[in-house]
């Protein structure tokens, strides 16, 4: 887990914007689903293509979060980033990738040891698993989750997972831009480093979403729509 104090990263906020710290005070457990991305083998295994090793500290955290809003009604969807199923081919990505492009490739194929959830995920049967082929769940064509969300009423989203300031932070940008509430839990997501890991977590809190620790989300979900 990382090594940084959001808390100060939150009053900062709080004193640009007013004094408010959280725009929402209250979550609609029925119309929440907690979007828990890529959490997979190839983020996650020591030694793994794109290793990030405070990942793994997080897992704890992600599956509080998964039980409690599963318990309160909500939704929990595990987001796989999947390589080779993309229309466009995405064809900048291979260019930026270089060299690494085939091996990223393979790792995150379909059915590959990379691809896999993490093992030590509490993923229950009733649990959605959705692939993406892009960093953000939302790109036309390359993912069904806004769909989904839509067809069961959803309005409200928690974002955990890998990487904070890619996978993470591109999802929770675009779901704000639809018009979803987004609660960003800086307890339970994960980058290479604590800067990027803080860079990411002051966008997050200043336009798009609110900051919530575990502890303090698990709360929240407890106490229901008021």
């Given at each position: 887990m990382h090594a940084v104090d959001h808390a100060t990263i939150i009053d900062r906020i709080a004193t640009r914007r007013g004094g408010v710290r959280h725009v929402l005070t209250a979550i609609d457990p029925a119309r929440t689903a907690?979007?828990?991305?890529?959490?997979?083998?190839?983020?996650?295994?020591?030694?793994?293509?794109?290793?990030?090793?405070?990942?793994?500290?997080?897992?704890?955290?992600?599956?509080?979060?998964?039980?409690?809003?599963?318990?309160?009604?909500?939704?929990?969807?595990?987001?796989?980033?999947?390589?080779?199923?993309?229309?466009?081919?995405?064809?900048?990505?291979?260019?930026r990738s270089g060299d690494m492009a085939a091996a990223h490739g393979a790792t995150f194929r379909r059915g590959a040891d990379g691809w896999q959830l993490w093992p030590e995920l509490d993923v229950a049967e009733a649990d959605l698993k959705v692939d993406k082929t892009r960093f953000g769940a939302f790109i036309p064509g390359t993912c069904d989750l806004h769909e989904i969300?839509?067809?069961?009423?959803i309005d409200t989203l928690i974002v955990t997972g890998t990487l904070s300031n890619c996978c993470?932070?591109?999802?929770?940008?675009?779901?704000?831009?639809?018009?979803?509430?987004?609660?960003?839990?800086?307890?339970?997501?994960?980058?290479?480093?604590?800067?990027?890991?803080?860079?990411?977590?002051?966008?997050?809190?200043?336009?798009?979403?609110?900051?919530?620790?575990t502890d303090e989300l698990v709360a929240l979900i407890d106490r229901g729509p008021g």
């Open positions: 907690h979007l828990v991305i890529d959490l997979q083998n190839g983020f996650m295994e020591e030694g793994a293509l794109v290793e990030v090793p405070a990942a793994r500290g997080i897992v704890d955290n992600v599956n509080r979060i998964s039980r409690a809003l599963r318990t309160a009604g909500g939704t929990n969807v595990f987001l796989r980033f999947t390589s080779g199923d993309d229309p466009s081919d995405w064809r900048v990505m291979k260019r969300l839509q067809s069961r009423g993470c932070e591109s999802t929770a940008r675009d779901a704000m831009q639809l018009d979803y509430d987004v609660i960003f839990v800086p307890d339970a997501n994960a980058a290479p480093s604590d800067e990027e890991h803080a860079a990411t977590l002051a966008n997050m809190g200043w336009l798009f979403a609110d900051l919530y620790a």
